[in-house]
Each structure stands twice: as C-alpha cells, then as structure tokens.
C-alpha cells in the first residue's frame, strides 16, 4: 500500500454528470458493488479515488434518500450475489459491510473519473517520430551519451524550416531512450497549446524529467518541470474548469522525511504555468478541493487499515493536506496523539555549507 497508492491516484474536482436513473437500474445478472456512502461530495469523489484502480467505473451516484453513494460495477452474478459479494470482500481491500445493489434507488451519476483525451506519443530508441501539429514540425529521436552504451531523449521542433528549440533530457540516459510528448493547452494566452517532453530514467526510485515547450510575448521558451519520482510525472488535470490544465504532481520532499521510502506518503501538489513560468497554486483556495478530496481518501485507507494512523510517513501527507484544507488544528493534534515516538526512522539534513562532501560538526 502506502507510496503505490498514492502514486496511483489522480484528483480530479466534481462536475456534476448527470445520467438517468434507468441507465444505472441493473435488471439483469449484473449489481453494483455499494463501497461507501457520504453526504459531502468531496468525501464521497474521494473515497471513489480509492478504488479507481480496481474498479475502473467507479462512480458516485444521488441516492433518492439524499445520500451519495460510492459504486463499482456493475459486476456480473457469478454463483449469485451472496457469492459474489463474498468473493469481492476475500479479496481485500474494500469496506467489511459493502452490498450489491441493482441500482433502484440510484437518482443519477454525480461524478465519474475524467477520461483522458490528452494527444500523446511515445517514443523509443529507433526510427525517429515525426509530427506535424499547429504549423510546426515535431521530431523525436535520441542521440548517444557520453558513455555510448545510453542514450538521450531529443526533441526538434521547427516552423517553416526554421528551428524554434532543441530540447535535450540529459538527465535521463537509458538504453531506449524512452519518452513521451504531450499536446495541451496549460496556459491559453501563448499562442499555441503547449509541448510536454518527458521521460522516464527508469530504476527502482526514480524518476521521470519533464520539459515544457511554451511561445510566450511572441518567443519560444523551455520550462523545467520537477523531477519526480517513479515513472507517471505530471498529472494534466483541469481542476477548476477554465479549460487550461493544471500540473499535478505529489511533494517528492516527504519521501524519506519521516519514514523509509517504502513507508512514505505524499500530498498532492498542483502548479500552474503562467506566462513562461510554473506558479504553485497548493495555497490558492481555488484548488482547496483537490486536497479536501486527497485527504478523505487517505482517511478512508485509514479505516480500512487503521494502522495507519501510527505511520509516520502517513500522518506527515496526511497532516499537510488537512493543512492546505484549512484544518491544520485538527489533524496536528490528532497526529500528536499517534505518531510513533519510538520509530528508528533518522532523516538529518546539514544546514550549512558542506565540507568535502560532510557536514561539519
């Protein structure tokens, strides 16, 4: 669980959807898996975020009582409900008291989880890939590295036969060279939607390299996105509806800060990219929903597993994300009484200038 998990997960705000309720009405031999139910929206998309891996139509409906209800499915009725439903909950990882409804009392859909219609290629070492978008000419290919067994990620992008930039990720050197474009519009006031150059430099724990393409006051610029870690980078997510996308990503700085890696848990983190340069918005209120959602899903984990509660690696993302969601008091607190003060787990860091690679006493 813990890091994979919140690697996996992707945040999204609720845009109502609406279906009519016989579209959700199972008369056949198939029901809906019922995890949970909430009457705040943000806690209910949140606990879907929960299972939107292992159920990938995860949804939350209106129920006709007023309640909303996180539903997977529909699943078929293999050996009949009884049966079905006990097969799922062996499995693990949902609640003890889940059901399998037909739907009757589901009014309509609230939220489902975005798709993703972001243009993307991908690319590894070999012929190079040559797009044409918006008037200018893409080409992706590689060169070798200095070692001449790796190679280099590069990207050419030209108008009219003119180079407008030659972006190189020098800091991913693999033997495939793999990396992947994206077309998007992050911020409308440049002239074209912008360019995502990334790639992955493989490993246990790290990392993926994301360069942005922008042409902002009439000049073609190159934006270093963060390194993060694992293999999935940025997130494209329009969180608050303006039809520019935001960069979500998670605070690499909590890996190993209160725990092992394995054991480490990160709050989500949104930038946004305006005029040639990436802002972080986690402290914008507009996007407080992100988090409010983030932090409902991590405490549905919780009950799920309340060990939890005493990990430090958890409580510190935990914490941080009831802290962007104005509830700082209440978690601090509630972290004061958990935490495990006998953990092994020492993070120091040097504070002044190194000597010779050490810190000085």
């Known amino acids: 669980m813990n890091r994979f998990l919140a690697l996996t997960a992707l945040f999204w ?5 609406v279906v009519d309720a016989t579209e ?19 806690e209910a998309i949140g606990i879907a975020q929960a299972y939107r891996w292992r159920f990938p139509n995860v949804r939350v409906v209106q129920s006709s009582n007023a309640w909303m209800a996180v539903i997977g499915g529909p699943v078929p009725l293999d050996g009949g409900a009884a049966a079905t439903r006990d097969r799922i909950a062996s499995q693990g990882g ?7 409804s037909n739907g009757e009392a589901f009014q309509q859909t ?8 972001i243009e993307t290629w991908e690319y590894e070492h070999g012929e190079p890939l040559g797009i044409n978008r918006f008037g200018l000419d893409f080409v992706v290919s590689d060169r070798f590295a200095s070692d001449f067994e790796t190679r280099i990620p590069t990207l050419a992008a030209s108008s009219d036969g003119q180079i407008v930039a030659n972006i190189e990720i020098i800091e991913s050197q693999t033997r495939d060279a793999n990396s992947r474009l994206r077309f998007a519009w992050l911020d409308r006031s440049s002239a074209f939607p912008q360019v995502l150059f990334s790639s992955f430099w493989m490993g246990a724990h790290c990392c993926t390299v994301t360069k942005i393409l922008s042409k902002d006051d009439g000049e ?14 940025y997130r494209l997510v329009d969180v608050n509806g303006d039809s520019e996308f935001e960069l979500v990503s998670y605070d690499n700085s ?26 972080d918005k986690r402290w914008d209120a507009e996007y407080r929903s992100i988090y409010v959602q983030e932090a409902f899903r991590l405490e549905h984990l919780a009950k799920l597993n309340p060990d939890l509660w005493h990990e430090n690696g958890f409580l510190a993302a935990w914490v941080a994300l009831k802290s962007l969601s104005g509830q700082h008091d209440e978690a601090w607190n509630h972290m004061l009484s958990n935490y495990n003060r006998q953990s092994d787990w020492s993070l120091s860091l040097c504070t002044v ?5 050490l810190c000085p006493p």
């Open 13 to 17: 705000l609720s845009l109502p959807t």
């Open 110 to 117: 609230i939220w489902t989880p975005p798709a993703d219609n």
């Open 24 to 42: 959700l009405l199972q008369t056949g031999d198939a029901r809906w898996v019922v995890f949970a139910s909430a009457l705040d929206p943000d």
């Open 353 to 357: 200038d190194t000597v010779d690679g």
């Open 220 to 233: 073609w610029g190159v934006v270093d996105g963060k390194t993060l870690d694992g293999d999935l980078g």
């Open 94 to 100: 949902v609640p003890a008291d889940i059901f399998l």
């Open 254 to 279: 909590f890996l190993y800060a209160f725990d092992a890696y394995a054991f480490s848990w990160m709050p989500v983190s949104v930038q946004k990219l305006e005029n040639g340069t990436l802002v």
